[in-house]
C-alpha cells in the first residue's frame, strides 16, 4: 500500500512554533526525497490530482454538495456559505471566528431566503455550515475562497466579474432580509453573532473527472470526498489515528489521507508516528507528504530503504518554510 498524505496547513504558526515535538515527521522528511513549490490552494491541489478542470472558479460547490449528499446533477451550483460581516470605521470584515450554526437555524434561514426569492433563486442547506444556490445559468463571476477571506477586510475579495455588481446587490439584499430574522435574534441575545450573510464562492457545474490516481479516500474534508465519489472512487470518513486506518486499508494501491490541521501532539502521536513505524516494518510500501502552508508547499516522497539513510539528519520543520 502506498499512503498519499495531505495537509493543507501544516506550516501554520502553530505546527512551527511546535515543531520539536514532531520528530518522527523530521525523519520522514528528511529521509525522502524533497521537493519545494511555491504555496497551492488546497482547492487547486485536490482538483489537480483529480484532473478536474477549473472553471471561472475552482468548482468546489457541485463537489461538496455531492459528498453532503446532494445531488448537484447538471445544474450550475455555488457555495453560499453562512457568515459573520462586521462593520469596522474603514472596512467591512469578514469575520474568522467559527459560527456554529445548529440545523435548525440553517434550515430556518435557509427557508426565508427561498420564501424571498421564489423561482429566482434556489438555497439548499443539507450541512448547516455549508449552503449552496443553484442558478438557472452560470454567471460571469469570479469568486474568492472563505480560507482566503476570512479575518480580512473583504473590499478586494468580493466577487470580479461582468456580473459582479447584481452579486454585490444580491449579498445586500441577503443581509438585509437575515438582520432581523428571529434565529438571529435568538443568537445575538444568547452573545454569539448573528448569521447576517452569505458569502458565495467555488461556482461551478459537476463534470466526471478525468483522473482517478486514489484506490481509496480517507477524508472529513467534503471536496475530497466528494472528487471521490464523482470519480468512482471508495471514500471514506476519518475514524480515530493512522493505526486504525492502516488496519482496515487491503495491501495494495494507493491511499489518500486529507488532513485538517490538528494540534501538533495529535499529528505525532496519531499520524506521523504509526506512519513512521508502518513503512519501517513494511506495511506501507511508500509514503508521500504533500505539506502546505501560507508561504511554502513540501512535497515528499519516502520509501523504507530511505530509512536507512542516517546521514540525511533530522532538521527543524522551520526550516522548511519558504
Known amino acids: 500500500m502506498h499512503c498519499s498524505l495531505f495537509i493543507p496547513d501544516f506550516f501554520s504558526s502553530e505546527s512551527a512554533a511546535a515543531a520539536s515535538r514532531l520528530t518522527a ?36 460547490a457541485p463537489y461538496t454538495l455531492l459528498a453532503d449528499g446532494g445531488a448537484p446533477g447538471s445544474h450550475f451550483w455555488m457555495r453560499a456559505d453562512p457568515v459573520h460581516l462586521s462593520v469596522g470605521r474603514d472596512s467591512l470584515a469578514f469575520d474568522g471566528d467559527a459560527l ?72 445586500n439584499e441577503v443581509q438585509m432580509l ?4 428571529p434565529a438571529n435574534t435568538e443568537r445575538e441575545a444568547r452573545g454569539v453573532p448573528a448569521v447576517n450573510s452569505v458569502w458565495f464562492w467555488g461556482g461551478g457545474a459537476l463534470t466526471i473527472p478525468a483522473a482517478r490516481p486514489f484506490s481509496i479516500v480517507l477524508a ?16 471514506r470518513r ?7 486506518m492502516l488496519s482496515a486499508l487491503p495491501a495494495e494501491g494507493m491511499a489518500l489521507i486529507v488532513l485538517d490541521p490538528p494540534r501538533s501532539t495529535a499529528l505525532e502521536r ?30 515528499v516522497e519516502t520509501v523504507r530503504a530511505d530509512l536507512r539513510c542516517f546521514w540525511r539528519a533530522r532538521k527543524p520543520l522551520r526550516s522548511y518554510l519558504a
Open 25 to 60: 515527521a523530521e525523519t520522514l522528511i528528511a529521509r525522502g526525497r524533497r521537493k519545494q513549490a511555491a504555496p497551492i490552494a488546497p482547492e487547486a491541489w485536490l482538483f489537480g490530482r483529480f484532473g478536474a478542470q477549473k472553471q471561472r472558479d475552482w468548482p468546489v
Open 100 to 171: 456554529d450554526v445548529s440545523r435548525p437555524e440553517a434550515e430556518a434561514l435557509v427557508a426565508a431566503l427561498n420564501r424571498h426569492f421564489g423561482d429566482a433563486l434556489e438555497f439548499d442547506a443539507p450541512s448547516p455550515e455549508r449552503w449552496y444556490v443553484k442558478f438557472p445559468e452560470a454567471p460571469g463571476l469570479v469568486t474568492t475562497a472563505p480560507s482566503v477571506a476570512r479575518g480580512t477586510a473583504i473590499g478586494e475579495k468580493l466577487p470580479s466579474g461582468p456580473d459582479a455588481m447584481r452579486f454585490r446587490a444580491l449579498m
Open 178 to 181: 437575515l438582520h432581523e430574522h
Open 220 to 235: 472529513e474534508d467534503p471536496l475530497a470526498r466528494g472528487l471521490a465519489l464523482a470519480a468512482g472512487v471508495p471514500e
Open 238 to 244: 476519518l475514524s480515530g489515528s493512522a493505526e486504525t
Open 270 to 299: 496519531d499520524w506521523f508516528g504509526p506512519l513512521l513505524a508502518a513503512l519501517e516494518g513494511g506495511r506501507i510500501g511508500m509514503l508521500s507528504l504533500s505539506l502546505g502552508g501560507t508561504d511554502s508547499f513540501l512535497e
